[in-house]
């Protein structure tokens, strides 16, 4: 059984809120700031797991329900019944999907699976890319060998991946597999071969590398607060580092930063629907469906008002509906006198910015990767909506930039509430805090109480003003500033936090 399927509550007989069950990810985010209190949460049944023994050896599997979508929650629970005392062989899903992060993270080692083609070649890149965000140090197996080229050995010492067992390509091995045997079994030289590679792999000579990528997401409950000046004054402080402009609805970490963009790429984040009038009877029957009132009397389809559901198109008797991929946006590689930097813009009146900040972030951290960056800053979105929950998951800390108002009280508290939530340790300082020190007292006060650790206050100072306006952070502007000396304390304090010297695999645990 799986929880926090956030489902309609009482209260508001007039409206129809809709959940769609299947693509409800219980995430609790909905659950958690609606402010009445509306969503109420049910278990629901996502499939079986079964355990017996084979030969001695504990076997077990989960099969999910047919319809059900939500594979990672049953990935987690099989592997809670692993006895950590013993070794634990993990068949994972193929691709790089949610799935497949369920199955590898907190592995001890990862062995990747491919055969000499191109096909081979490209899905073992893909899945490199994910071991290392992981930083999960693996090995390679080539299967089938003497069909193909030899590019994938080539990419394997590129990349230092050592290949750990060639198994060439034998009809006979085929044959076997056929017929549901084992290799082992049946060509009894096999045993050897895959007992060495089974030393190999616990071998510490393979485990070197292991990578532990930090990521510090730098929120605060509103715009205006100084965040973006904040982030930018830590991008020249800190080392081996990838910035990511999480803030897609209003990014301006450029403006401080000024980056060379070296690579442009389209976010496609979602459908719009579009009447094509050569089918169309003008039945009427979308326009009675679309609940955005998108669809007008002409019977065209307003973009604006379209939120890209898809229901008209599903409902239209003539199947005149088309629902095209929208290009909601562009994201960017980008270099910046700091480091590289991931940003992205959203396009106006574009919806889906939560998806738009997950593929940065993600992007944020391939790049730091294959380049050998430990370290992500990102600059996250205001507030406490949908971007804010993207910009949060899997980090490793985040600080919130608070201001000593009343609404700087109530804001820090809400965040905090979502990275409780999300168990995700958080950070406070306190922006222009000489503005009202009763305020930064009571804020510090109620951020004690909330556990969340306050790292400094910083004093208000038009300092940071001149810097933004020349497009320079706070030490490049005033390198003996008092505001800047405070930013240098915050960040050696986060820095030291235990929290946020937390081993890799224990952030990794909200996939
Ligand atoms: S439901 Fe289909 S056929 Fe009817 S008005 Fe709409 S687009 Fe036209
Ligand atoms: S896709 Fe949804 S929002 Fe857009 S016109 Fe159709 S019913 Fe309305």
């Known amino acids: 059984m799986h929880g926090d399927l956030p489902v309609r509550g009482p209260g508001r007989p007039q409206k129809n809120v809709l959940v769609f069950e299947n693509l409800c990810h219980s995430c609790g985010g909905c659950f958690e700031i ?12 996502l499939g079986d797991i079964e355990h017996g023994t084979v030969n001695g050896i504990s076997f077990i599997h989960g099969r999910l329900s047919i319809g059900q ?30 799935p497949v992060i369920a199955a590898m993270n907190k592995a001890d080692f990862i062995l990747l699976v491919t055969e000499p083609t191109p096909f081979g070649l490209h899905d073992l890149k893909l899945a490199v890319e994910t071991v290392r965000i992981l930083g999960i140090p693996c090995g390679l197996v080539i299967n089938r060998v003497g069909i193909g080229n030899d590019a994938v050995n080539q990419y394997a010492k590129k990349e230092n991946i050592p290949v750990l067992m060639e198994i060439p390509f034998d009809k006979k091995i085929a044959q076997i597999y056929s017929r549901g ?6 060509m009894p030289e096999y045993k050897n071969k895959f007992l060495d590679l089974f030393k190999k792999d616990r071998d510490p000579r393979w485990k070197k590398g292991r990578q532990e990528m930090r990521e510090l997401v730098i929120l605060s409950g509103k ?56 089918l169309c009877t003008q039945c009427g029957r979308c326009m009675e469906v679309c609940r955005f009132g998108a669809v007008k009397d002409s019977f065209e389809i307003d973009p604006i008002d379209c939120e890209g559901c898809g229901v008209c198109v599903d409902l239209c008797p003539e199947k005149a509906i088309d629902f095209p991929q929208t290009v909601s946006g562009q994201w960017y590689i980008s270099g910046t006198r700091f480091g590289p930097m991931v940003h992205a813009r959203l396009g106006i009146a574009q919806e889906n910015s939560g998806k738009l900040v ?9 790049l730091a990767a294959k380049n050998n960056r430990d370290l992500i800053l990102t600059d996250g979105p205001p507030g406490i909506g949908c971007p804010v929950i993207a910009s949060i998951g899997q980090a490793t800390a985040i600080l919130i930039v608070a201001e000593p108002t009343v609404s700087g009280l109530h804001d820090m508290e809400r965040v905090g509430r979502l990275a409780r939530h999300f168990n995700i340790p958080a950070m406070v300082c306190i922006n222009k805090y000489d503005l009202n020190p009763e305020q930064t007292e009571a804020i510090e006060a109620l951020a004690q109480k909330a556990g969340i650790t306050v790292v400094g206050r910083i004093t208000f100072d038009p300092a940071f003003t001149g810097a933004m306006i020349q497009a320079k952070t706070i030490f490049e502007f005033n390198h003996t500033s008092q505001a800047g000396k405070e930013v240098r304390q915050i960040w050696d304090r986060v820095l030291a936090l235990p929290a946020f010297n937390a081993p890799v695999t224990q952030i990794l645990n909200h996939i």
């Open 34 to 45: 609606c402010p009445e209190n509306a969503v109420l949460e049910k278990e629901r049944s």
């Open 69 to 98: 979508v939500m594979v990672p929650p049953i990935i987690k629970k099989i592997r809670s019944y692993t006895d950590p005392n013993m070794i634990t062989l993990i068949d994972a899903p193929p691709g790089t999907s949610c």
């Open 181 to 186: 045997e084992m290799i082992v079994d049946k």
């Open 223 to 278: 715009g205006g607060t100084g965040k973006t000046s904040i982030t930018a004054a830590f991008a020249s402080l800190a080392e081996n580092m990838v910035l990511c402009d999480a803030d897609v609805d209003a990014a301006d970490l450029h403006l401080i930063l000024n980056p060379d963009f070296k690579e442009t790429m389209e976010f496609k984040g979602g459908h719009e629907a579009v009447i094509n009038p050569d």
């Open 358 to 366: 997950s593929l940065i972030r993600t992007e944020a951290k391939k």
